[in-house]
């Protein structure tokens, strides 16, 4: 039996989504929440298999809920119709339910979360942060924030703390001072997303943060050897040794 967690500030939605659950034999509804803070209250402490959270409430939002929860379940979101929440949706993968939803769109989206259930989805937390990234980047600024799954939960990157990014077949390391987390994002995404005057691709496996850098070496052939102060050595491929030169020397 899977235990599902309703969180919606209008009492009418919540009304709806109980009765249609009640109609579905593998679920219990647990409680429901009429705001954000609740709900991360109440996620943290239950850890119910599945919530239906609102996107759009007052106070924290449904972003702000999944940012700040210690247990990563499965979600499925509900919105307005709101430009920004759908793109990201989209670009996650994530299911979400556009009000007002009909019980057949309804029966869909909980259909998919038994099948993730029953059958366990490994990269589902990955592509909950690829949500909070796209919807905390409403514009095309490098984002303040990057979001990687550490753990049971989804935390926020500085990026200031980066030092250097390690490619990792579709997903890249985020080398800091301290530790290294695992983004679902690969490195041509992310050079796309960082500030490119704080940081530079200067491998195809490999991106660094400016202020790490101690000294760059040649490395005899034309590329170079870039040396960054925690005594990290990385390669500097020739194409990008010109542009890395001009920028160090």
Known sequence: ????????????????????????????????????????????????????LDVQMPGLDGFDVLEQIDVLTDIIFSTAYDQYALQAFDAGAIDYLLKPYSKNRFRTAVERALERYEQEDPDYPDRLAELLQEARAQDNSSPERLYVRHGEKIIPVDPEEIQWVEAAG????????????????GIGKLEER????????????????????????????????IILNDETKLRVSRSYAPDIRDRLV
């Open 170 to 185: 579709d997903y890249s390391k985020l080398h800091t001072v301290e530790k290294t987390y695992l983004s679902s994002m």
């Open 194 to 225: 960082l500030d490119a005057k704080r940081f530079a691709r200067v491998h195809r496996s490999h991106i660094i943060a400016f202020p790490a850098v101690d000294h760059l070496r040649s490395d005899g052939s034309g590329g170079y050897w």
């Open 1 to 52: 039996m899977m235990q599902a967690l309703i969180v919606d500030d209008e009492p009418p939605a919540r009304n709806l989504l109980q009765e249609y659950l009640s109609e579905v034999d593998r679920i219990e509804v647990i409680g429901t929440c009429g705001n954000g803070r609740e709900a991360i209250e109440a996620i943290n402490e239950q850890g119910p298999d599945l919530v239906f």
